[in-house]
């Protein structure tokens, strides 16, 4: 891997970072409308704030945050502030700060989309690519239609659909909720049990329609692959028949996937965080669904800012490794 | 003339080629059907569904489907009523063209500026060739839906319209990506360069060589565009950001979620926008599969 690739690559996400902090910035700024007022004005109508003075209240505030300066100071501010991991805090749970909220709720969304993700990654291509393969039953076919229905639904509706079926029809798993309600969580056998009966059906939702996604692709590249020379060099060598499917085809063919995961892995982090919100899973995701609603600005540009990073990270991550899968891969200019 | 031209269309042949095209594009056929069927039904249906049975207290709230007339001249409610007694029948009718009609908007908007980016960078090349690539790389990266959120989280979005010139702004990274790359291969065909060493102008190679060329790429970066697209409001709807005063399919998730239908049984409310849902980008997935074999003839063996 050259040096020059690196430094490209990271140059890029220095890019993302700073066009993700910059439209964090502007757009409430651009857009007038002002939290603290309409925070004050909240509270106004629910009777806890005098309403005469409360244009006083606000200009206080607006010196304590800052919001009296001039917008380009504001903005070198915001920079500092991120830097040192400053959020800002959150508005509805009484100025606990944003960088703890969030890192409540981490744990709970990384777990759940890690297993779904890689889980759906693994087993789609194998089905992907059984589904190519010549010695695969005839009748494997009939499943191609339901890859594509099933990479057509959007996560949460098909979430939807589960929790109709195996939690209100058939109350096999918990509609909602990451453990039992009112159990306290230790490194015992109840907790792990009652966290993975919750994290079925969410998770599910995730992997069958990240099965339809990868299976379909899996299965465009395996039949590039089967039609390659060496495939048929190694059925004359009379190799057995599993090496070739596992160290000729899948090995080749699987390879684009990991491409593929680079491109829509921003596309299912989106559709996470639909799924969290659908399962009232207390992740991230929910979270952030609860910031809109309660017009809670500090958390919702702190979660997405959150999620666009760990985009970013991730993709700078799996694009290092992706010669170490693929040994053609150097990365030099030509 | 004209007759000359009407009856050629009508003449056996042209009949028979249009059903071969039809037979050799299924997919893309079938999709496009789909699609167009749902976008036409609401209107078609408007003309005998009053607007006023998707309002708030059209009906007793939270009934079940029923074919019995409600009232006198009141046809009933075929998918039942939701906990506000919207008729949901008439909700979804108004709401499945909404929905399509930001996508429509969205996807169009964004095949434009991303052709626009795309066509100039890949073709001029330079220093602005590198600024298109760095953001569009830069914006494939970033989740668009998380910006969206912060956009209309801020912005009071008050109308389909809106939201679909909304969802646009973030729509032109991929098409830009895809046409850019046509562009580069473009350039350096033989026909391309033909016309550039008789002194063609670049505005005619453009618009003469260049673009009836890249139609079916368009096409299909407009479908995967408004799949985007459609996807995007569904998304920012479901979870109340959309606007709230006009149906769409995802103010109805977003509404049927909010009052726990889930829990409470009421499966004719989420069941049926869900189906639309479903069949909208089941048609889509087609349309966009469809079109890709015709962009890459080479696909067509494998599918």
Known sequence: MSVDYVLRRSLLLVAVIFVAVTLNFFIPRLSGRNPIEARLYEAAAQGGVNVGRINEIIDEYEAKFGLDRPLWRQYLFYWADIMRGDLGVSIQELGTPVSTVILRRLPWTIGLLLTATMLAFTVGSLFGALLAWRKSPRAFTAFVPLLMTLSAIPFYLLGIVLIFGLAMTWQFFPAGGAYKFGLDLAWSWESIWSIFKHAVLPSTAIVLGGIGFWGLNMRGMMITTMGEDYMKFADYKGLREKRIFLNYGLRNAALPQFTALAIVLAHVVSGAVLVEVVFTYPGVGHQLYRAIVTNDYFLIQGIILLVVVSVAVGLLIMDMLYPLLDPRIRYQRS | MALKVVRRALSAQSWASAWHFVRTNKMLVTGLGIVFVLAVSG????????????????????????????????????????????????????????????????????????????????????????????????????????????????????????????IASLAWPAPARMIRSQVLTMRERAYVQIARLNGVRDFKIIVMEMVPNLLPFLAAGLVGATAAAVLASIGLSALGLGPQNEPSLGLTIYWSLFYGALIRGMWWWWGPPMLIIVLLFIGLFLAAAGLDQIANPRLRKSA
Do not use: C
């Open chain 2, 43 to 166: 209107h078609v249906a408007s003309i005998f569904v009053d607007a006023e049975r998707a309002d708030v207290g059209a009906g007793a709230p939270a009934r079940p489907p029923s074919w019995l007339p409600a009232a006198k001249n009141h046809p009933g409610f075929a998918l039942g009523t939701d906990q506000q007694g919207r008729d949901v029948f008439a909700d979804l009718l108004l709401g499945t063209p909404a929905t399509i009609r930001i996508g429509l908007i969205a996807g169009l908007l964004g095949v434009l500026a991303g052709t626009l980016l795309g066509f100039t960078g890949g073709y001029f090349g330079g220093l602005w060739d590198t600024f298109v690539t760095l953001a569009t790389d830069v914006f494939m990266t970033i989740p668009a839906l998380m910006i969206l959120i912060v956009i209309v989280s801020m912005v009071q979005v008050l109308s389909t319209e809106a939201l679909g010139l909304i």
